[in-house]
């Protein structure tokens, strides 16, 4: 069975720093999508960043990069220079096939 | 970009009446729209998945003859909430996937749907 696990319910980062935000998974197929989505208040879900099981490269898009470690199965996003708009909730989420599933999240918090 | 709307973006509604909640891809064809509900402070629950022409599949636990879900085309899924009660409100999130599956396609999703039932 698949699984994601976020085990940060919440994170407190100083504004311009960077912060890592935890996500592992289990899965037993060898083909599988990593994502990570922001969730604002207003509940919208906002594709962030992706990793293919077989990528070799770390993925990255603008601030957001993803350290994927697959011999750990974790697949953690790293937010370069925060800022106050990314006080949100991340999702990190595994697609295998068809279906998707989503971690309980993490809800960051950017401090002024 | 890959645009989803949803409409309505709230709604509040009496006991027993029906809601209908539609996902529109506006910029591309989905043949994969899937339904999500969310409770406050948790994440996204898988409700039901829909394909273009076919029947929803629904995830175990939730009730096909209560959230019936049409995808008529390869740009429209709607969810209809049948005589809603109390415990049906929460927050719907729907997503629409580009191509017909693969590990590596992104799901888009709409801005979501506050349902309240009175």
């Known amino acids: 069975a698949q699984k994601i696990t976020q085990t940060q319910p919440g994170m407190f980062v100083q504004e311009k720093e960077a912060v890592t935000l935890d996500c592992t998974y289990d899965?037993?197929?060898?083909?599988?999508?990593l994502f990570w989505y922001k969730q604002p208040s207003s509940g919208e879900m906002i594709f962030l960043i992706y990793?293919?099981?077989?990528?070799?490269q770390n993925a990255t898009e603008g601030r957001y990069s993803l350290n994927f470690q697959k011999a750990r199965k974790s697949a953690n996003l790293v937010i370069s220079a925060s800022q106050l708009g990314d006080s949100a909730m991340y999702f990190c989420?595994?697609?295998?096939?068809?279906?998707?599933?989503f971690g309980a999240g993490t809800r960051l918090f950017v401090k002024a | 970009g890959a645009v989803v709307s949803q409409h309505p973006s709230w709604v509040i509604c009496k006991s027993g009446t029906s809601v209908k909640i539609e996902c529109r891809s506006l910029?591309?064809?989905?043949?994969?729209m899937f339904w999500y509900r969310q409770f406050p402070k948790q994440s996204l629950m898988l409700m039901a998945t829909?394909?273009?022409?076919?029947?929803?599949?629904?995830e175990q636990g939730v009730e096909k003859d209560k959230f019936l879900i049409n995808h008529a085309s390869l740009t429209l899924s709607t969810l209809t909430v049948t005589s809603a009660h109390p415990e049906d409100s929460s927050f719907y999130i729907c997503?629409?996937?580009?191509?017909?599956?693969?590990?590596?396609?992104?799901?888009?999703f709409g801005p979501g749907t506050r349902l309240t039932v009175l």
């Open positions: 910029d591309f064809q989905a043949t994969t």
């Open positions: 829909s394909n273009e022409g076919s029947k929803a599949t629904y």
């Open positions: 899965t037993s197929d060898p083909s599988y999508g």
């Open positions: 990793q293919g099981s077989y990528d070799q």
């Open positions: 997503s629409a996937r580009k191509s017909s599956g693969g590990y590596t396609d992104t799901q888009y």
């Open positions: 989420a595994m697609t295998g096939g068809f279906k998707t599933i």
